[in-house]
């Protein structure tokens, strides 16, 4: 659980939540990594912040006494030691997240050899190892390919540490929260489910400009979808605007997907509908208003989404 | 124990004490001067320059004022009094060029360093010294390096004791003043013991530049 009642000038957020994946989401200049380091005690503002019910600004406690572990946005790795005493500088270095982030190659190397996603990795196993309480990630994700992306989701699972995790992409939302605060101009603008929050105009701007993708988990997708190329990570996501509805089905057509299902819910924002389909998974497709009425879609109507093999990909 | 290696065996204790001396009041001082502000900081820099822009023999003048017969720590004439002198004439430069290193520490890895449960002095000892070893060694070496050739303050503050405060430049001194001693074995130790310390301090300035 997480109390903030925070008054900066920059970042001024009251919140409460049960969830223990919080992600907080908002374009950049959100106020966002300020929020994250005043949960830290690196940024001192005024107000309140409780982690698991811990009081942690009044009194101040500093950051080194708040047992977190925190991911930095640009990493801050120490220069003057390799990548085992990095790992290993407030601990021992965690062995389950060495071996998932793949670093036992790496451990000897020093920090100027290694490239942008190498160190983002040391710093998660850094920030894993100091034996945290909570977790905060700033842009975990960020500068990592499909797969490792995809083996730090799993790493984080497997830990199950409670975190609180800052980004400006909708995809990591979904893979990484059970609920999101979306903030925006160091204001809150909504807490709760993300898509539930899509039906205010801002938020759904928002999330449109980083991109509002559907993600399929690979299991799921097994059966139902055809991908081009070779598996290449643990998560398909697919762009609503690459999904066509139809009312009938279709004839012969290049397209390797044409999925059959019902229309579970339409949301109209910004000039387009977004509807949700139940095809096995859940998808969102994005529509014109004009087709909606032409195809008279409304929840419970069957319809076949039809789905490039191409315009899948692999995350 | 002939003269010339007496006074090379004191001139290497006194500037050693005394750049251990700097260096315990140095390492803290730099740092304040570096990461924080104080009412009063502009002062305290300017005293800390002050043994570099005095005549020695002003210095030496207000040390024997300070630590003078009668005082409190009546060191005046003594080894430790050699050492003293070395000490503060060399502090200024250990601390500025220390100072420069420390604030050329990145904060953000001193956060870092926080974030990981470090307290402030864990930081201190783990991240920011270590960074600003090259800066640590090159002071402690300009030090050292000023108090082997430190002669108007020593001689005004501690004297010119054979075998207590006479290192190697007074030992020159006083052969210069004395007919028939041949001053040039002396010069010759001084000016290679100077060259020594510079050449030492860039081999440990590549090895820690290296290890980067």
Known sequence: MIELDLRGDFCRVQVRSEARRIAVFGPSGAGKTTLLHAVAGLTRLDGRVALSGRELNTPFVPAWARRIGLVFQDDRLFPHLDVRANIGFAGTPDADAIEALELGELLDRTIAG?????????????????????????????????????????????????????????????????????????????????????????????????????????????????????????????????????????????????????????????GRVLVEVDVGVSLRASLTPAAVSELALAPGRPVHAIIKATAIRWV | MSPELSALVLSLEVAALGTLGAALLGVPLAWVLARREFLGKALVEAFVVLPLVLPPVVTGFALLWLFGRGSVFPIAFTTVGAALVAGVMGFPLFVRTLRVAFEAV????????????????????????????????????????????????????????????????LAIWSAMQSPGVDPWPLVGLSAALSVGAVVLGEVLLRRARRSR
């Open chain 1, 114 to 270: 290694l490239s942008g996603g190498e160190r983002r990795r040391v710093a998660l196993a850094r920030a894993l190892s100091s034996d945290p309480e909570w977790l905060l990630l700033d842009e975990p994700l960020t500068g990592l390919d499909g797969p490792r992306r995809a083996r730090v989701v799993e790493l984080l699972q497997a830990k199950g540490l409670p975190h609180l995790l800052v980004t400006h992409t909708v995809m990591d939302v979904l893979r990484l929260s059970d609920e999101v605060l979306v903030l925006d101009g160091g204001r809150l603008l909504g807490q709760g489910d993300f898509f539930e929050l899509c039906a205010d105009e801002r938020i759904f701007a928002l999330a449109d400009q980083s991109g509002l993708d559907n993600l399929v988990g690979a299991e799921a997708a097994r059966d139902l979808l055809r991908v081009a190329g070779p598996r290449a990570g643990q998560a398909l996501s697919i762009r609503p605007e690459d999904i066509i509805l139809a009312a009938d089905p279709p004839g012969r057509m290049s397209a390797r997907n044409v999925l059959e299902g019902r229309v579970v819910s339409l949301l109209e924002v910004h």
């Open chain 2, 106 to 169: 990145d904060p953000r890895l001193e956060q870092a360093a926080r974030s990981l449960g470090a307290n402030p002095l864990v930081t201190f000892r783990r991240v920011t010294l270590p960074l600003a070893a090259p800066g640590l060694v090159a002071g402690a070496l300009l030090c050292f390096a000023r108090a082997l050739g430190e002669f108007g303050a020593t001689i005004t503050f501690a004297g010119n004791i054979e075998g207590e405060t006479r290192t190697l430049t």
